[in-house]
């Protein structure tokens, strides 16, 4: 587990504590590994107070570095992103797993979020946004036979996939990574979009910058 975190002495807590449970529930050999990205507060202190986490330092503020560090510290077979404001539900790790013994064509694995603490009509507004991307993706993976989708913050990767492609590119900082990684895995293997391995997630950014 990849949880890159800027300032996330708040939300971060619930994410780890989410974590953990889930390996509880399912047990494997697993590794949590917090980038702290040139946080101010006290993420990095927290982070590192809680048993089984290693903290990383990456001073170079940027999701996109964030993530890098993070892959590049990590040592699993399989490498699960997931954002420090995210958490993950029963049955979340299990449904991975399963996935990846099922699927032996499979390179990464992503759901969409739930934007848990905004109002309803923002709620609506994402989940239909979450339903045309979705359609677009059936008709690009299944008709057009090009691309895919991936939601940064809730998907796993196959690590020989990812290093194989060079890598998280640096040509983004926050917005866009998702999709180019979904592009360009999908060349290499299969790249799955499922509402099954949704998480919930703050809308903190949604309230923000707005839905639009």
């Known amino acids: 587990f990849v949880v890159p975190a800027f300032n996330?002495?708040?939300?971060?807590?619930?994410?780890?504590?989410?974590?953990?449970?889930?390996?509880?529930?399912?047990?494997?050999?697993?590794?949590?590994?917090?980038?702290?990205?040139?946080?101010?507060?006290?993420?990095?202190a927290l982070a590192a107070a809680v048993p089984g986490v290693t903290v990383v330092d990456q001073p170079i503020k940027g999701l996109v570095q964030a993530r890098s560090a993070g892959f590049e510290a990590s040592t699993g077979v399989l490498v699960a992103n997931i954002d420090a404001d995210t958490l993950l539900p029963e049955g979340w790790l299990a449904q991975v797993l399963a996935a990846f013994e099922a699927?032996?064509?499979?390179?990464?694995?992503?759901?969409?979020?739930?934007?848990?603490?905004?109002?309803?009509?923002?709620?609506?507004?994402?989940?239909?946004?979450?339903?045309l991307g979705y359609a677009a993706y059936l008709f690009n993976k299944r008709v057009l036979g090009v691309g895919s989708m991936v939601q940064g913050g809730n998907f796993v990767v196959l690590r020989d996939a990812l290093a194989g492609i060079g890598g998280i590119s640096d040509r983004f900082t926050f917005y866009g990574e998702d999709t180019d990684i979904a592009r360009r895995l999908s060349k290499v293997g299969d790249v799955v979009f499922t509402y099954a391995l949704m998480a919930k997630s703050s809308g903190r950014r949604l309230r923000g910058d707005g839905v639009m």
């Open 103 to 131: 699927d032996a064509k499979l390179v990464c694995l992503s759901g969409p979020y739930d934007y848990h603490d905004v109002p309803w009509r923002m709620r609506i507004a994402t989940r239909a946004f979450y339903g």
């Open 8 to 44: 996330e002495e708040l939300l971060l807590p619930a994410c780890l504590a989410a974590i953990k449970a889930e390996l509880v529930r399912t047990p494997c050999a697993a590794e949590i590994i917090v980038v702290n990205n040139a946080s101010t507060d006290g993420t990095a």
